[in-house]
């Protein structure tokens, strides 16, 4: 069993479906997925800047509705989860469990009694802030001559929606947060905490990455660090962006906290064809082309350089572990 704690397939689910393809999971990416072994997928609800700000919560509805529709249409593969025992339960079955997250707090706006309805329609992960700024903080911008000139924490909607979301039983994500957001997220954290998708700041110095004193944080909440594949968040230096490079991270991570405390976010955007972002040849920055490809160059390989229990850690149980504790 494989958990990818980060995939931004609904862009594809709902920009295909609207052009009248149907089963869009299980033609473009089923083979891939079963080849690397996933048996779970956390994914996100990303808004395009396009949408911003009025169209947030009408494209991130959209998406949900799409994907169900590929469930009532897929059903044999994929199911929609809400809790630990339904993935356990997806992945005894060969199934795929899908968990649904919020990539970025844009479509609640600055109304948390829209929490509550994502939640109902599955939402169990909700990360505050994408890389910019919303109603909730400041996000970690990619380049840092991008960030604003003036940085802020979390806003006061921000606390209250730190504060709901446990209230709630959601898992808190903060990948993409700026440092001022993060620490006053894990000031607020009662229960474990991740970072979906980010990688170690020692090894590579993007501000998308976690220095040493945050990835203890996370592991002191009981929280998993999900390894990002994206390589600008591998390497400083386009020479060593490779799979060496990035099995560094898991092993800093198990050096600085443990071995109980890493997961996989694959961040794969290179196989999400209908992400229409600048030019094709330039976008081309995961490591892997596809799950297939992690399967076959990481997560395969993960199997010899890891003790058997070890590679189910950070396979799936350590984030399957947060899952339990936090939704059940």
């Given at each position: 069993m494989v958990l990818d704690a980060h995939f931004d397939v609904l862009l594809d689910v709902l920009a295909y479906r609207?052009?009248?393809e149907r089963k869009i999971l299980e033609r473009r990416h089923l083979p891939n997925l079963k080849e690397a072994g996933i048996s779970t997928l956390i994914c996100s609800l990303y808004i395009c800047e396009e949408y911003?700000?009025?169209?947030?919560?009408?494209n991130a509805l959209d998406q949900i509705s799409a994907l169900k529709e590929e469930l009532e249409e897929s059903g044999e593969h994929f199911v929609l989860c809400r809790d630990s025992a339904e993935a356990r339960r997806a992945a005894e079955t060969g199934k795929i469990g899908i968990f649904l997250s919020l990539e970025g707090a844009e479509p609640l706006g600055n109304d948390i009694l829209l929490l509550r309805t994502f939640?109902?329609?599955?939402?169990?992960?909700i990360g505050l802030t994408w890389s910019r700024r919303n109603y909730a903080g400041d996000g970690s911008s990619f380049d840092p001559s991008d960030a604003p000139k003036f940085q802020g924490g979390l806003t006061k909607f921000g606390r209250e929606l730190v504060a709901a979301a446990q209230n709630m039983g959601m898992v808190v994500d903060v990948s993409h947060l700026n440092d001022p957001g993060f620490y006053e997220v894990a000031d607020m954290m009662k229960m474990p905490f991740?970072?979906?998708?980010s990688n170690c700041r020692a090894l590579?110095?993007?501000?998308?990455?976690?220095?040493?004193?945050?990835?203890?944080?996370?592991?002191?909440s009981g929280g998993v660090i999900g390894l990002n594949a994206y390589s600008p968040f591998v390497s400083d230096s386009e020479s060593d962006r490779d799979p060496a490079k990035f099995f560094e991270h898991l092993e800093y991570i198990?050096?600085?906290?443990?071995?109980?405390?890493?997961?996989i976010g694959l961040d794969l955007c290179d196989c999400i064809e209908s992400l229409d972002i600048g030019d094709r040849d330039d976008r081309r920055k995961n490591l892997f082309a596809d799950h297939a490809d992690a399967g076959r160059r990481f997560i395969g390989p993960l199997r010899e350089k890891l003790a058997p229990e070890e590679y189910d850690a950070v396979a799936f149980g350590n984030f399957m572990r947060v899952i339990e504790k936090v939704l059940g």
């Open positions: 609207k052009k009248g911003l700000p009025e169209g947030a919560l009408r939640y109902d329609l599955g939402v169990r992960f991740i970072a979906s998708h590579c110095g993007s501000p998308r990455n976690l220095k040493d004193d945050q990835i203890k944080m996370i592991a002191d198990r050096e600085v906290a443990s071995i109980d405390n890493v997961g």
